[in-house]
Every structure is written in structure tokens, then in C-alpha cells.
């Protein structure tokens, strides 16, 4: 079942506790390049260093007194894992996350400091689905995936709704939303908290080339898988098909979406960091990477972006740095 | 003659149309950390890259336009200059900036980008005072002072104001406000602010070891100058003694002032790009110094610093950052 703007409501009662009220902030270097104003929102400074936070947060607080003691199982390759450890930690439940064993190491010490156990697999040869589902059974605890769940994608849309207040106290009124998308939890998420706030801006994915099965699904009225192959530099926007119950929330909600190279992602992740003073991971810069390359006409536009997250080590971001730069 | 409340109160509508509404989060990883709850003014965001913009701006909106053609004459390290010079532009007034020639080349650039043109001096053999009083004589242009000007606290001071706004919004009273201090033009400008919104916090300058003119005048109750000598790695935090007008509104506002090492600094920057995923230059990370070393006692109390510039290369940065983890 797809979540409601009221269940958009309810989350951000319940995550204003422990998430925090991230701000949308306009960049004079951003509006300068496009010709419109451009409005930022910063899910890096998210607890956990992404909006993945506010969806697991939601979704544990939504586990009933007497589960909670079974604890919760996820599979992620980082974000999800560490937004679900840290509110398996703030709630006192045991947390076991599923990861590949190729994850970005910050994103896995991160997941373990939160006090989760850690089971790793090998993402080529392993079904993650599979050795989730044989945790669950073994211990009764409760699977929290990382989108395609109501819980999720109404935590997620808290994001789009203090968009909407934030828009409203600076009396803007926003004609293009840009967000990055994986498995479609936070596009659609936002999408529906915007509009049920009343803003009626286009909401747009942004994804990496070869995983833009929204994009695909968008345009086919369908779900559709990407083809997938090479492993992205965006390690946080893989899924290759937007979830079910995503798409069924998506499709009316959300305009077209577009896709971007890595050779984009490096761009907008030493963009970020020269220009606008923050560290981003390349999944997170997935909105920037469209917007700096001209996808969505921006001028005279206002418009607002999600810089997701920024679970990247900074030597990795120094990397990308020194690759962009030499391009 | 001191800034007024009421000064600060019209600085906020002066600069509006121009000035970055910068937010004030939270950091759940500064709360864990400290035991306290640590809220962020991230003046790394505002126009130009640091809060200096804010007074450039309202002390040049303050020129009558009879007297705007002949422009302005600014002296500064690079924050302040980079503010002149974008203010310059946005009123279609020329501006000529007097910078010392080891200034950071992001600083220079900057300035120039804004339209600026740029005289440079000596640090040691020249007198940057007399350079910039022969430019005003030649050209009629009004020299902007980088801090003991009404018009320049009182811009400053809408940080304070904006703090004050937002601290309400989020439910909070703050104990504790600290924010970085070269001449004083900030931290008296952010107390006023504070203050006359009715925020009753405990108001600290931190300044350089050596540089810290702040903290020895308002120990002795008068002004006085701190020994100086080797260049702090915050250039922008060089000046000795608080400036006149500024110290005659600090010494009736201000708590006690702190005093950071280059080495504090260092590993306040890699602690701001590693941990909040800021980039935050050396002097701008100053307050974040005082508390990750404890000179402020945080736990149980509920505390903002400003983060008050970002403009240092990347690649500065990652050597800061290099150093401060092999020490």
C-alpha cells in the first residue's frame, strides 16, 4: 500500500525527536551559473550523514513495544544500513545489516559504531534478499528494507514537506525539484510530501547512466529494469528497478527523470567541494551532476536539490578531486 | 560611535536581497561528542564564503549614491576583501582592494572575480593603512574598514539576529555562543544581535594563540595588544587588538575569550571535513577548536558557533588535513 501525505505527517512527528531539521539553503554560486535561484538541501548534515535516517527511523518507531526486543534486519550498502543501526541503537533494539563486502569502508565502520552487527556478502555471487530473509526467520525480527516499504518512503518524504515550510518562509515558490534515486524511496517520498504541502513543483530522479530504472519506468508507464553492468561510482544509487510500491506512488507524482555519467558525478563531487564548501558523496551530488550539466533548463527557474549524502572518506573525495580536475 | 540594535535591525533589511539566509543546524555527532547540543552557523555558506559579506554589504548600502561612483577602498586579507568586492559589483560601484601578497591565491582570485582591482603590499615592510589612505585621497573613494566601523559591526550582527531567529524556531534557549575573532567585528556584532532579540547566552571570542587581542583586552579591562610575531595558520585571524569601537561595545557584552593553537585549528579543519563534511578554512573553524578541546565545558548545556569561512584551496585543505592525522 503507498503511503498518504498523513503518514508524511505522522513520520516527521515522530523522527522530530531524533532527526535532524536539515536546512534548504540558496547558493549565490549556483544561481550565478544558471541564471536561476538555486536552493540546496543539505541531507548531508543528516544523522548518519544521510536522509536514509529519517525513512529507518520512521519505520522502527513504527514497530509495536512488544517486536522490538527481536530487533530489526536490513541489507544496504551503507545509507540504509547506517540510518537503521543508528535508530536501532536510539530505540535499544539489536540490529544486524546485511552489506556488501565492497562497501565503501566509512560506510561499514560507520554501520558498526552504531553498535549493529554486520554480515558481509559478496555482491556479485550472493543473494543480500536471501541471507536477510534466513536472519529474520532465525531470530523473528523484523526486515526493514531500504525503500520499497510505506514506512520508508513516508520517513523519506519529511525531506520534501520541510522543503515545502522551508520554501514558504522564504517566500519562494520552487518550479523544479531535483533528487538523487536509487530504489525511488526519497524521489517519491519528496514528491508526495511537496505536494501535499501544496507546492506543485516538477519533481525529477536523478540517476547513474546503466541504473536509470526510474527514468526507464518513468518513460515506459511501467516498471523497467536498467541494464545495469559496471558498477557506478555512485555505490549508494545501484538498484537497478524501482521498488513496487515506489512506482506505484511514483508514477503520478513525478515528472521525467534523467541520468548521469560518473565522469558527471566526479564533476559535481569537486563542484561541490571547491564551490560550495561541502563534502558530498557521488550518489549524493547525483541532483548537482544534472543541474551543472545543463539536463534541466535552470534559468529563470527556482529550484531545489538534495545533496543526499556524504559518506565518502575524504581521501576518496580527494581522489575524485584530482581525477575531475585532470579531465 | 557603537552600533545600536536598532542598527542591526536595518542592516537585516539592507542585506536581505543580497545576503545568504544561512541555517543553524544541529549536530548529533557535536552532541554526542560533547554532551551538550551543539547547534552550527554556517557562514561557510553566506555570499563570498564567509560572513564578512554581511557587513560589506550594509556598510556599502549605507553610501549615500551621490558618493557611490567614486567606489570604495578596502584593506584585507581576503574574507573581508572578497565581501567589499561582491558588494561593489551588486551596487555598480568600482572598488580598489589593498591585500597582502602572501594572501591565500583562492582569496586574490576571488576578489578579483568580483570585479576588484587589487594592490598588493608587503605584510612585513609595508603600511596597508597608509596605501589604502592615499587611495582614497587620489580617488574620493570611501575607505571600508574591516571591523571598527558602526556600519560593519552592525552588518556582522545579523548572524546574531539570524541565531536568535532560529534558535526560537527549533524551541531552544542558548548558553553559550562562540564565534572565531580577528578584530571583533563578529563576536561584538553576534552579542548585540543576540542580545537585543533577548537570547541571554554567554557570548566567547576564540581567537589565535598570539593573536588573541580579544581575550587580553577584556581580561584587563582595556585594550590591549597580543605579542603577534609568527604568522597564524588563520590568516584570517591576524589582527592583534580589537578595534576602538569595537572593544567599547565587546567589554560591555562579551564573557571571557579563548585561545586556540595551529595545532587545535589543524585538527578542528579535519575534524569539520571528516566528521560535519564541511570545508571549513583554519580561521573559520576556531569556536568548532575551542570546543572539540574543552575550553568551553559543553555537557548539559545547549551551545552555537559559527563556522564563519570556507575559503581555503581543496588541496590546502587535504594538507592540513594530512598533517593534523599524522600528529
Do not use: W
Not at 46 to 53: D, V, W
Not at 271 to 297: H, I, M, N, R, S
Amino acid at each position: 500500500m503507498t503511503p498518504s501525505f498523513a503518514d508524511i505527517q505522522a513520520a516527521a512527528v515522530r523522527i522530530a525527536p531524533y532527526a535532524v531539521r536539515t536546512p534548504l539553503v540558496e547558493s549565490p554560486v549556483l544561481n550565478a551559473l544558471t541564471g536561476g535561484r538555486v536552493f540546496l538541501k543539505l541531507e548531508i548534515l543528516q544523522r548518519t550523514g544521510s536522509f536514509k535516517f529519517r525513512g529507518a527511523c520512521n519505520r522502527l518507531a513504527m514497530i509495536p513495544q512488544s517486536a522490538r526486543d527481536k530487533g530489526v534486519v536490513a541489507f544496504s550498502s551503507g545509507n540504509h544500513a547506517q540510518g537503521v543501526a543508528a535508530a536501532a541503537q536510539l530505540f535499544g533494539m539489536p540490529a544486524v545489516i546485511v552489506m556488501p563486502s565492497d562497501a565503501p569502508r566509512p560506510k561499514i565502520e560507520g554501520t558498526r559504531a552504531f553498535g549493529a552487527t554486520i554480515v558481509e556478502y559478496d555482491r556479485v555471487r550472493d543473494d543480500r534478499e536471501a541471507i536477510a530473509a534466513r536472519l529474520c526467520a532465525e531470530r523473528g525480527a523484523v526486515l526493514v528494507r531500504p525503500y520499497d516499504d510505506a514506512g520508508i518512503i513516508a520517513g523519506q518524504g519529511t525531506a520534501g514537506l520541510e522543503m515545502a515550510e522551508d520554501a514558504a518562509r522564504f517566500g519562494v515558490v520552487l518550479d523544479e525539484v531535483l533528487t538523487p534515486c536509487s530504489g525511488g524511496g526519497l524521489v517519491s517520498g519528496v514528491a508526495l510530501g511537496l505536494k501535499g504541502a501544496g507546492v506543485s513543483a516538477q519533481v525529477h530522479s536523478v540517476e547513474p547512466e546503466n541504473f536509470d530504472g526510474m527514468k526507464r519506468s518513468l518513460e515506459a508507464g511501467a516498471r523497467v529494469q536498467a541494464p545495469g553492468g559496471k558498477l557506478s561510482i555512485a555505490d549508494a544509487l545501484m538498484a537497478p528497478i524501482p521498488g513496487v510500491i515506489v512506482f506505484e506512488l511514483a508514477k503520478g507524482l513525478l515528472a521525467p527523470g534523467f541520468a548521469v555519467s560518473d565522469a558527471e558525478l566526479e564533476r559535481a563531487v569537486a563542484f561541490a567541494a571547491d564551490k560550495l564548501k561541502l563534502l558530498v558523496e557521488p550518489g549524493g551530488t547525483a541532483a548537482l551532476a544534472a543541474l551543472l550539466t545543463g539536463k534541466l533548463e535552470a534559468k529563470g527557474k527556482i529550484i531545489a536539490l538534495v545533496l543526499s549524502g556524504g559518506n565518502a572518506d575524504f581521501s576518496a573525495i580527494a581522489d575524485i578531486i584530482a581525477r575531475a580536475t585532470l579531465r
